[in-house]
């Protein structure tokens, strides 16, 4: 089924329902935009950057400098509330 088949399938629903339906096929058909942190630079301040610009996930880098494992695993408290 694609996404303009579900929209068909919409019309022969009440409005509220309609709006339930579409609300959620846009939730799964809707792409989801992330980016890579920059591993140069301090790993919260660019998880909080990231997230401040609008976007929905954050990759984060693993290498150095600031992709190091042992400071993603230091900062893994900090790191997790942020996302």
């Not at 959620?24 to 790993?43: A, C, F, Q, R």
């Not at 609008?54 to 996302?83: C, Q, R």
């Amino acid at each position: 089924m694609t996404y303009y088949d579900v929209f068909i399938f919409l019309n022969f629903f009440e409005a509220k329902t309609k709006n339930l339906i579409q609300e959620n096929v846009l939730k799964y058909y809707m792409p989801s935009y992330g980016l890579l942190t920059n591993p140069s630079n301090e790993i919260l301040a660019e998880i909080n950057k990231i997230y401040q610009l609008g976007f929905d996930f954050v990759e984060i880098a693993i290498e150095g400098p600031e992709g190091n494992p042992k400071l993603i695993d230091k900062n893994k408290s900090e790191i997790t509330k942020l996302i």
